[in-house]
C-alpha cells in the first residue's frame, strides 16, 4: 500500500490538516500515512531550512508530500521552506485549478474555470542578486531550454489527460525577447506536437487583464514562474477566494500538494479555518496517484457540500445555510460522500489518462555553433557623463575590440544619447569586435587588464555571442 507524508505545519495546519486526513480516511483510499516535522519548531531548533533531516529522509523514501502551511521566520537569513522543497526536489510544475462555483461561493465570474501551470524552479525565482553599486542592485532572470520545454510539455500534457482544449502561454517577449522570447519560442515547437489541442500566444499583461475580466476566454494557462506566481492568486481569488485553491507541484520523482494559503495565526486554534484548499490539493494528490476514483468520491462530497450552503465564516453570506467551523465542515463533507451536486456541475475523473512526466534529453550533437563576438563591461562610476565615459573608454580599443554602445538603466546614452535621460551610476558600456576580426576569450580579458590600469570600476561582464549566427543579446534601449 502506498504511503504519504504529510505535514501539519504551523498556525490553522494542524487543524485543516486533520480534517483533510479524515475524509481521506472515510472515503476509504487506500494510503498509508505518516506524519513528519517541518516548519516553526524546526526553524526554532536553528535549521534554517525548517526541514530536518529525518523528514527529508521520509520524503525521498515515499516521494509524495501532502503539506499544510507554515510560518517561515522573518529575517535572520531563513530560507523560504516552500522554495526549497520546490527547488531541491525538481518540483519543476507548480499546476493550480480555479474553477467559479456561483452563485455558492461569491464571484463575479460564474463560467470560469482556468488552471493555472507554473514553472516552478527558474526565472527570477533563481534568486541570483548582487549589489553592484551605490544605487543600483541586479536579479538574474534565468529561462532555460530544458525548464521550459519540461513546463510547457507538461501543460499539454496536463490538457490532454483533463479533457481540456486550449492552452495559451502568458510571456512579455516583446520586451525580453531574449529570456521570454525563448519560452515563447519553444512554446510553439512544443504546441506543434499536439494538433488535437488548440494555442495561443499572449502579452502577460493584456493576459492578466482578460483573466480579470473574461476568464472564461481561457483553459489551460502556462507561463514562466514569477508571472505564474502572481497570475495563479489572482485567478484563485476571482474564482471565489485564494483560500479555496489547492495546488499540486509535480517533479519527476517527487511531488507536494499543499493549500496555497498562509498559515494564518491570528485564528489558530479557533475551528474556524476553511479546510478547502488543503481537501481539493489531497483530491489532486490522489488523482496523480492513480486513484481517480477516490478524488472524483471527495471531490464532488465537497462540492455538495458548497451546495448545500454548508460554509466556514470565510466563504458565509446571506444565502448560505450553515455557518460551521472546521471540524464541522469536514464532518459535512463526510456525511456527502457518495452523493453528487445537484446544481454545480459533478466532476468525473474515470476518464482521465495519466499524465506523461516530459523527461528533457541533452542532445549534444546538436548544440548550436557558439561564437564570441564582444563583450558588455559594467563600469561604476557616479560623476561621469555618457561623453567622458566614452571619450576615457575609446582609448582601450584595439585592434580586436571597440567601444560601440553606452546604456545607462538599460537605455542608449551613448552615442546620440539624449540630454533627458536620467542616469545612475550604473554603465553598460559594449564592446564589440573590430573590423569584424574573431574575438577570443584572452582579448576580453586583456580589455578587462587595460581597464584596470585606467583605473575603471569594472563591475560585471557579460560575453556576447551567436549563436548559429543568431544573435544571442539584446541591443541597448533606442539601438537601431
Known sequence: MKTVVYAKGDGIGPEIMDATIDILKAAGVKLNFEEIEIGKKAYERGIMNGIPKESWDKILEHKVLLKAPITTPQGGGYKSLNVTLRKTLGLFANVRPCKSMAPFVASRHPQMDVVVIRENEEDLYAGIEHQQTAEVVQCLKLI???????????????????????????????????TDGLFHKIFKEIAAEYPEIESDHIIIDIGAARIADTPEMFDVVVMPNLYGDVVSD??????????????????????????????????????IANPSALINASVMMLNHLGDCKSAEKIHNAWLRTIEDGIHTADIYHADSKEKVGTRKFAEAVIARLGLKPEKLNEVSYDKM???????????????EEKKLVGVDVFIDHPSFKPEQLAEALRAFNDEKLSLSMITNRGVKVWPEGFDETFCTDHWRCRFDQTNGKAVESKDVAKLLCRLAEGELDAIKTENLYTFNGERGYSLGQGQG
Do not use: W
Not at 489518462?353 to 548544440?367: A, V, W
Open 234 to 271: 489572482i485567478t484563485a481569488q476571482l474564482s471565489g477566494s485564494v483560500g479555496l485553491a489547492g495546488s499540486s507541484n509535480i517533479g519527476q520523482k517527487v511531488s507536494m500538494f499543499e493549500a496555497i494559503h498562509g498559515s494564518a495565526p491570528d485564528i489558530a486554534g479557533k475551528d
Open 353 to 367: 489518462t495519466p499524465i506523461k512526466l516530459p523527461e528533457y534529453i541533452r542532445e549534444i550533437e546538436k548544440r
Open 144 to 178: 532555460t531550454r530544458p525548464g521550459t520545454e519540461k513546463i510547457v510539455r507538461y501543460a499539454f500534457e496536463y490538457a490532454k489527460a483533463y479533457g481540456r482544449k486550449k492552452v495559451t502561454c502568458f510571456v512579455k517577449d516583446n520586451i525580453m525577447k531574449q
